[in-house]
């Protein structure tokens, strides 16, 4: 679906959050699926309505949609919605503004499930290239026992008898009556005199499951991906709550990435600096040979058009930058350090003239690229 997210809503690129919201609120009267019910398109158009103001009404997200396209909230760890119910969940307090409490399933206060985390490693591979992953998560599901109720199966919960049913109770406090949740029940009113055995009366069970996820090409260590509805599910039944998954990519053994543009340092021996040949460099294929120019000088960038990871949001793949240093052997045989004798006595020890390097730039462009992260 490649639809634009203003022309979807029908609003211009200078809309204010005020006219994105109006726009939304005509266009979610119109495809609400209280109003069309078991109509699947007009479910779908509600879905991708609701993205679009999802992303539009938030600055960041729309920010971000505006220089990068729907991928670039996604990237962010922004999710879409799946089901019509996320749409409900996430915008419970619009919609109840939007149509009132009692306008179908809108307004209406459904139980939401816990949130459940998950890690997940990658490799530094997985992460540029994106992939498919089966995940083990244990969640958990109203007992089947009990019917998420905990009583067990043939007995009711019984009011409470210390609150009589109002969950909440009064003390007196000095001249104050204060009103607090009931110590006995909770504030659930209720009590459960036989819990049921398979749960202990809580009403939900584990379950194992295996879930197969993709990862988006480009992900980065530290980003966590939303998998919405993927939760728990509440007691006694409602919206299931969302899974998030940390992802963690390994470190490549010699390359460093930013982005789309890849890093390495590469050491190459002193005479080959002077006199020039070529090096073995390490990319993501594996090995390439490159260039030395004579008079290299440590610290030279070799720039690698092409060579880095896949761009996110267009065609064609990022740099690598290759920095040459000078590798200085901690240790060396008799034959070498006789050689190296020679030559030093050959150059005559002197020093080469200082030289200015960029230092600072490259300091501030580290800071820069730390900030932005
Ligand atoms: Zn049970
Ligand atoms: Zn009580």
């Known amino acids: 679906m490649a ?39 007009a479910e779908e158009r509600f879905k991708e309505m609701s993205n679009a103001f999802e992303v539009l009404a938030d600055p960041e997200k729309r920010q971000l949609y505006d220089r990068f396209g729907p991928e670039g909230p996604r990237r962010a760890g922004f999710g879409g919605f799946n089901s019509v119910d996320d749409v409900f969940a996430s915008f419970r307090d619009i919609f109840g503004d939007m149509f009132g409490m009692g306008f179908g399933g809108a307004g209406q206060q459904r139980a939401r499930g816990a949130d459940r985390e998950v890690d997940l490693e990658l490799t530094f591979i997985e992460a540029i290239e994106g992939c498919r992953h089966e995940l083990k998560v244990q969640r958990r599901e109203p ?42 029940c909770r504030g659930a009113g209720s009590v459960i005199r036989d819990p049921c055995t398979a749960c202990g009366g809580e009403g939900l069970q584990q379950v194992d499951d295996t879930l197969q996820v993709s990862i988006p090409a480009g992900v980065e260590d530290g980003q966590t991906l939303r998998l919405s509805g993927k939760g728990d599910l509440p007691p006694g039944g409602g919206l299931p709550g969302n899974l998030y998954v940390h992802m963690h990519v390994a470190a490549h053994e010699h390359l460093e990435r930013d982005g789309a543009n890849l890093y390495v340092e590469v050491p190459i021996a002193f005479p080959l600096a002077v006199l020039g040949g070529r090096v073995k460099v390490p990319v993501l294929e594996g090995e390439i040979e490159i260039d030395v120019k004579p008079g290299t000088q440590p610290g030279e960038v070799v720039v690698l058009h092409g060579l880095g990871a896949p761009h996110l949001h267009r065609s064609g793949r990022g740099d690598q930058l290759v920095r040459l240093t000078i590798g200085v052997p901690a240790k060396v045989d008799e034959r070498t350090e006789q ?19 960029g230092l600072l730039d490259r300091l501030h462009t580290r800071a820069k690229r730390k900030r932005r992260s």
């Open 3 to 41: 639809t634009d997210y203003y022309e979807l809503l029908g609003v211009g690129r200078e809309a204010t959050a005020d006219e994105v919201k109006k726009a939304y609120r005509k266009q979610a009267l119109k495809y609400h699926p209280d109003r069309n019910p078991g109509d699947k398109e």
């Open 143 to 184: 007992c089947s026992t009990c019917g998420g109720r905990g009583a067990a199966p043939g007995t009711r919960p019984a009011i409470c008898p210390t609150c009589r049913g109002k969950g909440q109770v009064m003390h007196a406090q000095g001249f104050f009556m204060i009103s607090t949740g009931c110590p006995t």
């Open 339 to 357: 050689l190296l004798r020679e030559l030093a006595e050959q150059l005559g020890g002197e020093g080469l003239a200082p030289r200015h390097v």
